[in-house]
């Protein structure tokens, strides 16, 4: 099994700065990509970045110039740099680990971190 726990969310003005780390455990073999997704109440979950193992990024277009994925593949440990942080990036933001295992995928969700932008 593997195991996610995230670290760094919480309040924050808008405008203001938030650092998010995701660190991997347990039976890890063939990470291919690491993620941050978030959900909003009444919303559904949705994709915020996604680093490969190669280290290939993707990010929601509402993001992109603001917030910044970053790994350290020796740790297991993924990052989100958030920046110039808006009311509407409130969300509980959740870590997501895809692996392959024998030719198998796996993917495992980490517990959530609480991300509140006001004022």
């Known amino acids: 099994q593997v195991q996610l726990v995230e670290s760094g969310g919480g309040l924050v003005q808008p405008g203001g700065s938030l650092r998010l780390s995701c660190a991997a455990s347990?039976?890890?073999?063939?990470?291919?990509?690491m993620g941050w997704y978030r959900q909003a109440p009444g919303k559904q979950r949705e994709l915020v970045a996604r680093i490969t193992s190669g280290g290939s990024t993707n990010y929601v277009d509402s993001v992109k110039g603001r917030f910044t994925i970053s790994r350290d593949n020796a740790k297991n440990t993924v990052y989100l740099q958030m920046n110039s942080l808006k009311p509407e990036d409130t969300a509980v933001y959740y870590c997501?680990?895809?692996?392959?295992?024998?030719?198998?995928?796996?993917?495992?969700w980490g517990q959530g971190t609480q991300v509140t932008v006001s004022s």
């Open positions: 997501k680990l895809d692996q392959v295992v024998i030719g198998i995928p796996y993917n495992y």
């Open positions: 347990g039976s890890i073999f063939s990470v291919y990509a």
